[in-house]
């Protein structure tokens, strides 16, 4: 075993290493990182101090040096406070950077990585592409959600009532009673969102031990899954198996088709494209997307469903649609076992076959998230859930077109939005928002509230948070308006068609018009690392990554 670490093996490097308390015998062992995002400011990672210590016991156990790295930790309902959260998204890219500043500077050797919310897990996966050194996740888990009067009430029924008492619904219950019963424990959110969505992602793509997504937050289940993983990640530095050999096209097939089979969050395409631009694999998640369409719906955890997240855990979760999904996925690629997927699911029984369906007998047809291209939009992204005929899947209608979040919002509530009509909100993508922000997605539980998510269509080249299931909305359009794309030179009364079946999205305007119409500036202010954000970040096709475009 050659390790990297000791090709800067200096006196000096010796020196401080002393100063913290290594022997000279542990100058000559790997040196892991165990990178943790955890934070004081949201649930979300409060517990990860914690999974750290018992992380650094193992390694050592095993064998190696293990070096905690702190990292950003970026938590929509917290660090979304600011900027309609911009910084959000943006911070995906601050840990990957992070992670490269700390763990490829010090030439160490492997790197365990705690994965919690949303951001955390695309943002490892990117540095463990771009740095190419032995990297496992360890998934974080989910928040134990509370009750009121015997029912379930979670962050989702929170946020969705509390938008909608301003325009007149009612939620389940009062909204300050929710809040204070909504989360019971550290974790994140419950439900299909994004930060699940990418747990099983990462057990998809074979970046963490079989059966270890979802888990619950704190959970001995949990704390047994990072010891493991501590103990595997010493092992794979001397098999010197990294994460290039890891993250193939088949590796990434698996993820795609996992995604679709769960009705999980938009954001895991560009999450994927993101990784798989750091990876240089060649692989393009959008066309994969539609190589892939025909994957049923397998369980329908929330928001597409009634199944709980507990419950899916429980049926097997990420490791039983996988098995679900064994015919049709690439079971010849490595995981981080050092074995196939097809050989991690040899001989497993799924406990939960009524929770997680077979192929042949699914909860809906696929897809559940599909890729619409037209005069309106090279790629844009529409969720489907369970496609059962409850939303729209053909739309087409006048634009009413908003250039802020506060605008849509204000003119939802005077009754200027009408059935009918195709709602779009623009200026929020990777440039314009930056970072998206702008915060559509409170647009849309607006026009549910509003009773309109059913009669009116929402168009955005904003992100939408992995809660975000109603109506036909369509987000992320790419090229983006403050790019020059057809969404920012749409007007007010242009004819906007949407077709699921077709996969298309168009505009009812001639091309040699559409092109003569001018874009304005950009409507937000961006400066700090938001500017450093808006002036580098590459359009969608890429995942919005920070690289230069020769890499």
């Known amino acids: 075993m050659t390790l990297r670490s000791l090709a800067a093996n200096t006196p000096g490097r010796r020196a401080n290493w002393r100063a913290l308390g290594l022997s000279q015998e542990d100058m000559l062992k790997p040196k892991i990182a165990v990178v943790n995002s955890s934070s004081e400011l949201a649930i979300c990672y409060a517990h990860l101090d914690a999974i750290a210590e018992l992380v650094k016991e193992e390694i050592r156990a095993a064998g190696a040096v293990p070096f905690e790295v702190r990292t950003a930790a970026p938590s929509d309902f917290i660090t979304g406070a600011n900027k309609a959260g911009s910084y959000i998204l943006a911070g995906r890219d601050i840990i990957a950077n992070d992670i490269e500043v700390q763990v490829e500077a010090a030439l160490l050797d492997g790197m365990i990585c705690l994965t919690s919310c949303d951001k955390t897990p695309p943002g490892h996966l990117m540095a463990a592409a771009r740095l190419n050194i032995p990297t496992i996740l360890v998934i974080g888990g989910y928040q134990q959600a509370g009750e009121i009067d015997g029912e379930p009430v979670d962050v989702e029924d929170v946020w969705s009532g509390s938008v909608g008492e301003r325009f007149g619904a009612q939620p389940k219950f009062p909204v300050a009673e929710m809040a204070e019963h909504a989360i019971m424990g550290p974790g994140v959110c419950a439900g299909m969102a994004t930060a699940n969505t990418m747990h099983s992602v990462g057990e998809a793509l074979g970046m963490c031990l079989p059966g270890h997504a979802p888990v619950r937050a704190n959970s001995p289940k949990m704390r047994d899954n990072a010891r493991a993983a501590a103990r595997r990640i010493v092992e794979m530095v001397a098999e010197d198996l990294k994460p290039r050999d890891i993250l193939t096209p088949g590796a990434f097939r698996n993820a795609v088709a996992t995604v679709l089979a769960v009705s999980g969050s938009i954001n895991a395409i560009k999450h994927l494209q993101a990784t798989a631009i750091e990876a240089e694999n060649g692989v393009d998640v959008f066309a994969l997307w539609e190589e892939m369409s025909d994957v049923p719906v397998l369980s329908a955890v929330r928001p597409t469903g009634h199944v709980r997240i507990e419950q899916f855990e429980d049926a097997g979760g990420a490791r039983a649609v996988l098995k679900r999904l064994e015919d049709r996925i690439a079971t010849a690629a490595l995981t981080c076992t050092g074995k196939t997927l097809g050989e991690n699911l040899e001989g497993y029984v799924i406990p939960g076959p009524d929770i997680i369906h077979a192929v042949d007998d699914p909860v809906g047809e696929g897809p559940s998230i599909a890729i619409l291209r037209g005069s309106f939009a090279e790629t844009a992204v529409v969720r489907l859930g369970i496609r059962d005929g409850s939303r729209p899947e053909e739309f087409a209608g006048p634009a009413r077109v908003f250039e802020s979040t506060a605008e849509c919002m204000q003119a939802i509530e005077d009754g200027v939005v009408q059935p009918g009509d195709v709602v779009v909100a623009r200026n929020q993508g990777l440039k314009g928002g930056p970072a998206m922000g702008g915060s559509a997605s409170v647009i849309l539980f607006a026009l ?78 961006a400066r700090g690392y938001l500017g450093t954000f808006r002036q580098d970040v590459r359009d969608m096709s890429t995942g919005g990554v920070l690289l230069p475009p020769s890499c």
Do not use: W
Request: proline fraction near 4%; charge should be negative.
């Open 448 to 525: 549910d509230a509003a009773g309109l998510a059913k009669t009116a269509a929402f168009v955005t080249d904003g992100q939408l948070s992995g809660l975000c299931l109603k109506g036909l909305t369509v987000a992320e359009v790419h090229p983006e308006a403050a790019t020059g794309g057809p969404i920012g030179k749409v007007r007010d009364g242009d004819i906007v068609r949407i077709s699921v079946e077709n996969r298309s999205i168009d505009i009812d305007v001639p091309a040699d018009e559409l092109a003569s119409r001018a874009i304005g500036a950009y409507r937000t202010d």
